[in-house]
């Protein structure tokens, strides 16, 4: 509600002491974003100094950022490593489970319904309803809690997909357990499938358009 601040709040006297804290608030919450876990504050607080103040950078603008970049890219091959080992882990672990099939390609999945009918073929559009998470059960996606289902060609989605929908026939419902090569791969999605993620899916196949 404008214009309502916490106690602590205001305990920020001036104007520009709440403004400071909350543009504070915000970079944080952007750099934490990125996957950093802890800085040094100090550090931080001087920079913002040296630039507002005008005085010589202990490290200039162009060195700064040749050691962010380097630094996020450590952080990248890092989230990369752990994601991949994990998801390998989780996989094998998997495929010793009776009700779990493994295809050719490293797919897994697990029938929960069977349909009936003819399986769609990859130039088919399909509608589906669909529940997504990573191996550590956070939700990513999901048609099911937005209450409405999606409709999309059979090959124009991962090819972790692409399989699992000409194995399914209308009525059918899968969970698939996708490694990342035939889900994002090293790039990721968004903010919340990391470079090499294994996915996991509930799958739904309502009908072939």
Request: no cysteine; charged share 20%; proline share 3%.
């Amino acid at each position: 509600m404008t214009g309502v601040l916490t106690l602590s709040a205001q305990n920020l006297k001036t104007e520009m002491e709440k403004v400071s804290y909350s543009l504070g608030v915000s970079v944080a919450n952007s750099v934490k974003a990125q996957g950093l876990e802890s800085v040094d504050a100090q550090a931080i607080g001087q920079a913002f100094t040296d630039v507002f103040e005008g005085k010589e950078l202990a490290i200039s603008e162009d060195e700064a950022n040749v050691i962010l970049q380097e630094y996020f890219q450590k952080l990248a091959n890092k989230a990369l490593e752990a994601n991949s080992e994990a998801g390998k882990v989780f996989l094998a672990e998997n495929a010793k489970r009776e009700e779990v099939t493994t295809t050719a390609s490293g797919l897994q999945y697990e029938v929960l319904l069977e349909g009936e009918g003819e399986s769609p073929k990859a130039t088919d559009e399909v509608t589906v309803h669909y529940h997504g998470t990573l191996i550590d059960g956070s939700v990513f996606d999901s048609s099911v809690e937005r209450g409405q289902p999606t409709t999309f060609p059979v090959n124009g989605v991962i090819p972790g997909w692409v399989e699992a929908l000409q194995l399914m026939k209308p009525g059918a419902k899968y969970k698939l357990f996708i490694p990342s090569d035939l889900a994002y791969g090293e790039r990721g999605a968004g903010q919340k499938i990391g470079p090499n993620s294994t996915l996991v899916f509930e799958v739904e196949l309502i009908s072939i358009n």
